[in-house]
């Protein structure tokens, strides 16, 4: 700005009393941080939106230290801060290494994409991180013989409901379908299973959901209706299982601040480090591919490198918790 100084502007406004949209702007940003829940969901879904791509709201925190430079403000400055704070309190400890701690279990959960040109190589890459267990999602019919051929050797067991499959090097036992579906979709939608798997450390139940696609159209803003009602189907059935350790992977099209999917979070624990973002894989944004537990703390959480797919894999660690 010409003429301005950290003193006094050709206005005669000192230092502290400029600046204030910046100040201003800072202060919202931060509190979306913080308290994104209290943002209503409108016609529209803002609320959810917001939710999708909250962690990008920290790019706000360099471009508002900017201007507040070009104002030479030292309130603007002051309250860069606060999106600063509030987003390393929020996010920062997901940047953090976690501690190499022992783990009884590593999974790997992969939407594969139902266009995927190469699946035998797709399954090779996700043997790579030596997993326990991996769950699929889009498996077609034309490509689940490549899938078997490819990962029966290491992992004996295995089990497919429509287009989601568990493959496992432990014994799986009870396993069925869950019926996901929302409303007015064709009875041919299977997207969920559940099954027990029988590990050296205890049996675990694993469920594989892949949940339906939010869309972002004009008119109707962000559409995750469907989205939201399987979420709170996969919520009963989650509530409803016996087994004390329990084990969620999948494609939730949704990320774990998003309020769409509370029927699942309210019930199960996220993992603590690792931003792990999975979407779109050429250029990821945010991670929809989850891994999530209930008395198995998640460790640890990363991507694996590209596939034929438009989703990243996503693996984990988990570390089983005493039986209640």
Known sequence: MRGARWGRDDRGRSTWSRGRAVAGFAALVAWLIVFHATVPDL????????????????????VLAAAALV???????????????????????????????????????HNVSD??????????????????????????????PAYRAA??????????????????????????????RPQGVDAGWRRGLRATATTPRG???VYVAHLPSVRLTPGRGFDAARRD????????????????????????????DDRGLDPLTSRLDTAGTGLAFSWPAAAPLARIDQVMSRRTEVVRVWTLPATGSDHLPVAAHLTFQPSA
């Not at 979420?231 to 004390?244: C, K, V, Y």
Request: overall charge negative; charged content about 20%.
């Open 43 to 62: 016609p529209g879904r803002p609320g959810s939106l917001l939710e999708t791509f909250l962690p990008w709201l920290g790019l706000a925190v360099p």
């Open 71 to 109: 104002r030479r403000s030292a309130t603007a400055l002051l309250a860069v801060l606060l999106p600063a704070m509030a987003w390393g309190g929020h996010f920062g400890v997901l940047l953090v290494p976690g501690p190499a701690v022992r783990h009884d279990l590593t999974v790997v959960q």
């Open 115 to 144: 266009e995927n040109p190469d699946p035998t190589g797709t399954a090779r890459a996700l043997m790579a991180a030596r997993p326990d267990l991996i769950a699929l999602e889009e498996v077609t019919p034309t490509a689940l």
């Open 151 to 180: 990962l029966s050797a290491r992992y004996p067991h295995h089990e497919v409901r429509g287009t989601v499959g568990l493959w496992s090097a432990h014994p799986l036992t009870d396993v069925r379908a869950l019926d996901i």
């Open 203 to 205: 049996d675990v139940a």
């Open 229 to 256: 009602e399987s979420a709170e189907l996969l919520g009963a059935a989650l509530a409803a299982e016996r087994l004390d350790r329990v084990v969620l992977l999948g494609d939730l099209n949704g990320t774990v």
